[in-house]
């Protein structure tokens, strides 16, 4: 299978049973996920690996025997490997003509600002995929508390669902006004997809509204987008 030039927290990379999880990835129901922003790699098993994965059967009239398990057996193992910021994007390289978003656009943003009414981000890349185009200039978006998530919207509060520099996948609903497009976040796929702890690490998602920090082991709310 191939892999992603980069991966972020809660990226889907591969199943459990093609692969072992390696550094900077979790197990979650059979699949693996990317718990660490970085290159996504793979591991082949050494025959030294092979030799050391071995059945002792113990014979108390003789020595133990040692049956050496085949190097193809052993699965890969699945990593990420993390790069210091800025990552290098070949596949996003920045236009000389600046992409709009449009209604529709599925665009990752990153939250700026926090009140009780609304998050303001500042819109990244439009689009998904081989379409996806990193903006040459920041847009100005809101996410509004009713757009956050699709239900118990009355209950929703802006500052348990985003933070201040949380990387997020929204959705354009509509070109807004003059200075901010309108997003939404309100489906599964939609929501946070990075973000650090109060500590400072990078943390990976553990539900649909928890974040948990991998070196203090605590968590924090999140409006969690769904894994592809």
Known sequence: MSLPTLAYPGLLLGPSSQFTSGAGTHLHASSI???????????????????ASTNHSFNPTTNPSITKVPSSSIPPTLSVVPEPPPFSIPS????????????????????TRLNVKQANVAILVVGEEEQNGVCADEWAGVVRREDIRGMERDKVKVQDSFKVGDLLRGEV?????????????????????????????????????EFRDPITGLTESRKVAKPF
């Open 173 to 209: 609903i509509s070109l807004g006004d003059q200075s901010n497009y309108y997003l939404t976040t309100a489906r599964n796929e939609l929501g946070v997809i990075m973000a650090k702890s109060e500590a400072g690490n990078i943390m990976f998602p553990i539900s649909w509204k």
């Open 33 to 51: 996920y990317a718990s660490i922003a970085g290159r996504p790699t793979i591991i082949s098993p050494s025959p030294k690996t092979a030799s």
């Open 92 to 111: 996003l390289a920045v236009s000389s003509k600046n992409t709009l978003p449009a209604v529709g656009s599925v665009v990752l943003c990153r939250v």
